[in-house]
């Protein structure tokens, strides 16, 4: 429908040349981490560990339907070629995805970007094209279990938060996402929690921070070049994220909270802010960091899809 009779035949002959992609030693994940500006693509291995560079491209989650699924469609045929190419066996694709969707059926519910593809089946799109099964995790919880792959050794309770145009988060008990009992919030969710009159996200994503006149990334160079109204908007947000959350952690025992997405990027603007208010809350010992490295929901939701399949 959206990728052509030449795409679908070509990615299915591949895939049919390998007649036991599940439990040959050299399999790997196509995974996609599909953001609201770019999709970030890399081969994940049983380890799992990244295969090879982390590809990057637009995902035109304001265009059209097919102009999405292609943009899908193409970057996975890519990472498969490069599979090859490494003499790896392709043996499942995983998704990182934003929410609202439906991670069963692999339907899309949103309606503030990508709306184009809302109720369209991706999982059935990407099947067919593939020949592969495919799994999608939402991609806070992804990042919050790839925080675990890579530092669960040095903390075995991780709060993984992502900071963009929206805010997400997992919570990571011994390497298990959590999203029910006493200890989270409902469902694992924290945007939606009250907050100074609102809800939480109002105040620590992307449009609190335009609030201050620009862009987090224009604001945060505006920062650093010593614009006060801009530190004061970054030391705010630090203040608010600190405030919102502490409580939350504290409650889950966080050993690490862990922060990434765009805005984890001016980092050093907002930190200082943010432990200060975290200590107030009660968990001055919980270790803060920005996400060290990218690729970290890569590795969570294709975990997922090893362990499925």
């Not at 795409?7 to 299915?12: G, H, L, M, R």
């Not at 089946?121 to 806070?140: E, I, K, M, Y």
């Amino acid at each position: 429908m959206f990728c052509g009779a030449m795409v679908v035949s070509s990615a299915n002959a591949a895939v049919s040349s390998v007649p036991d992609r599940r439990t040959s030693v050299s399999q790997v994940v196509l995974t996609i981490d599909v953001g609201g500006t770019d999709l970030k693509g890399a081969l994940v291995t049983p380890l799992p560990a990244l295969l090879g560079e982390v590809v990057t491209v637009p995902s035109h989650s304001e265009g059209a339907a097919e102009l999405i699924v292609t943009a899908l469609i193409h970057l996975l045929q890519a990472l498969e070629a490069q599979a090859r190419q490494n003499g790896r066996v392709p043996s499942a694709v995983a998704l990182a995805v934003p929410g609202p969707f439906d991670l069963v059926e692999g339907v899309s519910l949103m309606e503030h970007k990508f709306a184009a593809i809302r109720g369209l089946s991706l999982r059935r799109l990407l099947g067919d094209a593939f020949g592969l099964p495919c799994t999608f995790v939402n991609d806070a919880t992804a990042f919050g279990l790839g925080c675990a792959i890579r530092h669960g050794a040095e903390a075995s309770r991780i709060v993984g938060i992502t900071l963009g145009t929206g805010l997400g988060s997992a919570f990571i008990a011994d390497g298990a996402n959590v999203d029910g009992g006493d200890d989270v919030p409902p469902d694992g969710e924290v945007w939606n929690l009250p907050f100074r009159g609102g809800i939480f996200e109002d105040a620590v994503s992307a449009r609190a921070l335009a609030a201050a006149g620009d862009e987090p990334s224009v604001l945060a160079v505006r920062a650093r070049q010593g614009d006060a109204a801009a530190l004061d908007a970054f030391i705010d947000f630090g203040y608010a994220l600190g405030e919102g959350l502490g409580p939350v952690a504290r409650r889950f025992g966080a050993q690490l909270v862990m922060v990434g997405g765009g805005i984890a990027a001016s980092w050093e603007l907002f930190s200082e802010p943010f432990g200060a208010a975290m200590a107030q809350a009660g968990v001055a010992t919980t270790k803060l960091r920005p996400a060290p490295e990218q690729g970290l929901a890569l590795l969570g939701a294709a975990n997922v899809a090893l362990r499925r399949f």
